[in-house]
């Protein structure tokens, strides 16, 4: 039996529900919540509200934007002939930090999975061939996840695009750096040295 109020125990139950919170993480949470000011608990509802309500997705790639059009497709110094495919707007911010890319990007939203039932229909395909067909894009990057979903996803989307003329990549995958080889699994050792390139 719970020795948590009602409304605590139901608020462990809907934070726990968030990915990457557990029901110890989801108490922390709580007990940051019950010794915070009223100020700060209306703000930060107030901000989960406004994110609800206010964030969609940008009309051109499906990145994270308040607008109809994302910052990153509105920002005319971008290099709008090279698109980098990802699966989801996280992985725009994570190569945003990276801070050296300086084209335009295709958010897929998913990958293609067939244990989940999720085929190429269900990806947000048709927006980035229409992309490609419409604007003069020279290469597409595919930064697809190194898992099996991802690579399933990148041999899909180099299958068609290759006939289209444009000129299809992939990110290198590999040794990340700082790391030691001896402590890399066969499959990224493989990845590594396909991925090289001259120096």
Known sequence: ?????????????????????????????????????????????????????????????????????????????????????????????????????????????????????KGPQDLKIDGLLSRIKENSVKEVIIATDADTEGETTALYLQHILKPLGVKVTRIGMGIPMGSNLEYADATTLARSLEARREI
Not at 42 to 67: D, G, M, P, T, Y
Not at 74 to 102: L, W, Y
């Open 1 to 117: 039996m719970s020795t948590y109020t009602e409304s605590i125990e139901k608020l462990i139950e809907s934070l726990s529900r968030l990915p990457g919170i557990g029901r110890r993480s989801a108490e922390r949470i709580i007990n940051y919540i019950l010794g915070a000011s009223s100020d700060e608990v209306r703000v930060l509802a107030e901000s989960i509200q406004k994110v609800k309500e206010n964030v969609h997705f940008c009309r051109i790639c499906n990145n994270l934007s308040e607008q109809e059009v994302c910052k990153v497709c509105q920002d005319s110094r971008r290099h709008k002939e090279v698109v980098c495919v990802v699966e989801k707007p996280s992985d725009v911010i994570a190569i945003e930090k990276a801070g050296n890319f300086t084209g335009v990007y295709h958010v897929l939203m998913g990958s293609i999975s067939p244990l989940e039932g």
